[in-house]
């Protein structure tokens, strides 16, 4: 199991191409892990580069990709 302690550092990129890959719109992408918009687009340009660990979760399961596809090179939020 990850390790759940520390906040994931999440390279939005990484997740706005997983997104579009997948042909999915912020909006439905929002609606399936059940944030708002708004924070959806801020993770995707690094605004919020660090999220929950369970927002992470449901992030990397509606995408389908594995824990450690969208981290972040670099300490994480517990780390720093």
Excluded: C, N
Excluded at 39 to 67: C, F, H, M, N
């Amino acid at each position: 199991m990850e390790p759940m302690h520390a906040s994931p550092r999440v390279d939005g990129a990484k997740m706005r191409q997983q997104r579009q890959r997948k042909r999915l719109t912020i909006t439905q992408l929002a609606d399936t892990i059940g944030l708002s918009v708004s924070y959806v687009a801020q993770i995707e340009r690094g605004q919020r580069p660090t999220v929950k660990p369970a927002t992470y979760g449901r992030i990397t399961d509606a995408l389908g990709v594995s824990y450690d596809d969208l981290l972040k090179a670099g300490p994480t939020a517990a780390a720093a």
